[in-house]
């Protein structure tokens, strides 16, 4: 079993629809999780943290964290083309960042 | 100018030979990291350093070595390069602020072993 698990994708959204993406983790006494953004060939970018229970807000994009059922989520509100890219989902375990194997999301016009 | 810096950022080189990778940076951070990255199967820890003197292995250390310079810098070394070493290769830093310990990364270097 993986310790950070996602589904690959690809997640087809239209355009200004909200996006879904789902992550679990085996690690219960993980305390920190990360959303990471990555471009096709590009490095991976810090969009959303989180580590308290609940939902946390940052413009477009809400996380979602349930430590009791060990899931995180993100939600892209009003989904735009540039939001195509491949999502990765990070546990801190140990220490260390632990990653999902990303779930790409593609916007269509 | 970028804070984390990778060279090269593409290489192509033959298998049995040694390279390295080399990733510096300006943020002042004491953790490093080396990443690999393969299609579908996301970020995979190499070795990890949270300071000079503090070097650890990752999860998939095998076939690599790493050298901790100076805070600033931080090399990723093949010692007889092998064609499933192909990959694209991140270095990151990390240190402790208002989003935990979130990682900063390098551009990445593409690397090709034939």
């Known amino acids: 079993q993986k310790e950070v698990e996602q589904n690959s994708g690809p997640l087809s959204v239209p355009e200004g629809a909200i996006a879904s993406l789902n992550c679990t983790y085996s690690?219960?006494?993980?305390?920190?999780f990360f959303w990471y953004r990555q471009y096709s060939g590009k490095s991976p970018e810090l969009i959303m943290f989180?580590?308290?229970?609940g939902d946390k807000e940052d413009g477009r994009f809400t996380a979602q964290l349930n430590k009791a059922s060990q899931y995180v989520s993100l939600l892209i509100r009003d989904s735009q083309p540039s939001d195509s890219a491949t999502y990765l989902c990070a546990v801190v375990s140990w220490g260390k960042l632990q990653f999902g194997a990303g779930t790409q999301v593609v916007v269509t016009p | 100018d970028a804070d984390v810096t990778q060279t090269p950022r593409n290489r192509i080189t033959k298998t049995g030979k040694r390279i390295m990778l080399e990733c510096s940076q300006t943020?002042?951070?004491?953790?490093m990291y080396w990443y690999r990255q393969d299609p579908g199967l996301g970020l995979r820890l190499i070795y990890y350093?949270?300071?000079?003197?503090?070097?650890n292995k990752g999860e998939i250390s095998d076939g690599y070595s790493v050298s901790r310079q100076a805070q600033a810098k931080f090399s990723l070394s093949l010692e007889s390069a092998i064609p499933n070493q192909t990959a694209l290769y991140f270095c990151?830093?990390?240190?402790?602020?208002?989003?935990?310990?979130?990682?900063?990364f390098g551009p990445g270097t593409r690397l090709t072993v034939t």
């Open positions: 350093s949270f300071d000079v003197k503090d070097i």
């Open positions: 989180i580590y308290s229970n």
């Open positions: 690690d219960r006494g993980s305390q920190s």
């Open positions: 990151a830093t990390s240190d402790l602020g208002d989003r935990g310990y979130e990682q900063y």
């Open positions: 943020k002042g951070h004491d953790r």
